[in-house]
Every structure is written in structure tokens, then in C-alpha cells.
């Protein structure tokens, strides 16, 4: 399967983009060499009438360098481009017509990101996205390519030429917000493996999602969310 995506999309593919460039584990906080995800189940979301926030009340809510300690820096955010990436072995992924592997089934249009770079441990790297929308079309599409991504315990992707191995797993997600998901993927490409985990919160018309160094999401993924849903 070839499609054409913008490598800035939430997914498979940027996360890829923010593991591998640093071609290096983190020796600290990943916990194998492969990789974990799994999603949270629970009863039917309801449809309260609350309005979902605007991308610019998301953008004040996201998490900034003070709020993260010392040794932070936000990085620069990268120029929009496109690359055509192949999804090979897994049937899942295909079956979302490459949604899951691109971030396509999160392109919602209120959103606010942000990403970080921290020098205590080595060039580790934490991510966070906000979407609002009503709570049944966060569930939804959240659940889509988290199923999707989980779906398959190795495959491989091919970025701009490149190909990248990913090894997946489901592991229990916090027990925060309305609805969970969590993942570790480990990437594998000449010859180095890195690890990123992804965790998502859904609270309400909120989700919160928090990527990069397993020790930096576990560590900010509570603080992320209390500014996130904060009134």
C-alpha cells in the first residue's frame, strides 16, 4: 500500500520522525528491545453538550518549558512536506487505507501541538496533542488507529525510501480521564532500535496525547492532562 501523507500528522509516521533521528536507544527508560501497546475498554461514551474548544484555547492549555522543570527546550516546529510511505505486513493498517499509519483518522480540526527536547539523559524527546471535538468522534477515531496500529506485532514502513521496522505489543494505559490508550513501539532501522511510548487520554471533549522517551510521557502525562481539561 503507497499513499501520500504530510509528515507532521500524528501517527505512525511522526512518530518514526521523532524517534529515529537520534538512531539511539534510551537506556534509561526503554524497557526492552521490542515494543507494548493496548487500549482501555469501558461503557458507551456519552454525548454531553458541552462545545468542543477552539485550536486557540487548546494552544493555551499545552504544556510550556516551565511547566516541564529544567533541562527543556522546545523544538522548532518542522516545515510541512510530503513523503509517500509504503505499509508493509500488516492487513489492519491497510484496512484503514493507510488512516492509522498517517495520524489521518486524528486530523481533527481543532487541535494544538507542541514537542520538547530534554538533555538530562542522553537527546530525549517528548511530544504532546491536543484535539477537541464531541466525545463520541474523539472515542472513535482515537480507538480506530490505536487498534489499527496494535493490530499487528511487526510490520515495516518505507518513508521517503527508508525503511523502518516497528515491533508493537499492548500494555494496561493509565487509569486516568474518560477513556485510555497507551503503546510502546520500538523502531528498528540500520542497525539501531529506538523506543517511544504514546499515551492518550480522552476526558470528556478533551484528548490528550503524550509521546516520546517512555521515562519523559510517564513522568509529564499527569500534568499534561490537569492543564489540559483545566476550567
Known sequence: MRVRVTTTAAGITAAALLVLPACSSDVETAPSATSSSARATGPAVPEPGSSPLSSAALTERLLAAGDLGSGYTRKLERAEHDDDVTVLGCPALDDLGG????????????????????????DSEVSEELYSDTPGKLSDGMGRIFDAMTGCLKYQILVGGSAIDIATR????????????SQLLTFSAGGHDSVMKQTAIRDGNVLVIVSG????VDRHLDKALAKAISR
Open 99 to 122: 488512516d492509522a499509519a498517517t495520524g489521518g483518522s486524528l486530523d481533527f480540526p481543532r487541535k494544538a501541538t507542541t514537542a520538547f527536547t530534554y538533555a538530562g539523559s542522553g
Open 170 to 181: 499492548k500494555t494496561a494505559p493509565p487509569h486516568l480521564g474518560d477513556e485510555q490508550w
Open 213 to 216: 522517551s517512555p521515562a519523559l
